[in-house]
């Protein structure tokens, strides 16, 4: 008997492998553990954008495995495009057996109708200025890096961790300005189109909340990052709930699997 948790659905976004704040270890972690119908991969899971074949560690190459292992069993996964993926977008539309590419998801789901898409198509910044995004992203990597310097020092001294990002975020107010914006104009356009549940990624927000737009009610989930957040969202018993990973203190050890060869990305993949 399986000893993995049976989903219905699980959401993940923004995984960004091929950048050193991923947190893939335990995001293979997490997919050991759970068995779901559907997998969504909701955007920016390879973070091309900051690609480099000097680093992709074997972690990241094993989340990759984990999640063609995934598809073998059965399991029906579609990748949602993203930003930082967007040369996926010229796939849009290829579908493989129980495997799809598209830059959205719109289906039924006991009842309600459900929009799942990355979410930098409603990005302003994305939109008028990617030039300054990608300058963004870079600044946000080192960010993360430096962060992981300075946690790897507090926690030798017992003390507690810290997010550079999301004390930036909270205390600039145009970085709390855009999450809502993007929340509200996300919620709008859901509302417009009568969707009861919209789903995203791509701001790094982990979120569930019900949002009133006139006279009707959307459900707003965000699914976060593996990053900072560690979190996907779930669909089981006809309920959404948000799962955060515990981030390990020690070394974290990936089982071997009798498969493990390595990747070979073509030259002219990316």
Known sequence: MSDKRPLDIAV????????????????????????????????????????????????????????????????????????????????????????????????????????????????????????LAKLGGKGYDLLIILNRLVNNALEKFGKEKMSFSKKVKQGVKQAVKFISDFEQTVAEIAADKNIDVVCCGHIHQPLIKEMQVGNKTVTYLNSGDWVESLTSLEYANQQWTLYHHPVSKTRVVIPEDEDDLPLVFPSNAF
Request: contains cysteine.
């Open 12 to 131: 993940i976004s923004d995984v960004h492998l091929g950048i050193f704040g991923c947190h893939a270890k335990e995001l293979i972690q997490y997919l050991d553990s759970i068995d779901p119908k559907i997998l969504v991969l909701n955007g920016d899971i390879i973070d091309i954008w900051q690609f480099s074949k000097r680093y992709f560690p074997k972690s990241h190459t094993k989340v990759i495995r984990r999640i063609l292992k995934m598809i073998g069993k059965g399991t029906q996964v579609v990748y949602l495009t993203g930003n930082h993926d967007e040369a996926m977008r010229k796939y849009s539309g290829f579908e493989l057996s129980n495997f799809k590419i598209d830059d959205k998801l719109i289906i039924d789901i006991d009842g309600k109708k459900h929009w799942f898409f990355h979410g930098d198509v409603y990005d302003v910044t994305m939109k008028n200025s990617k030039w």
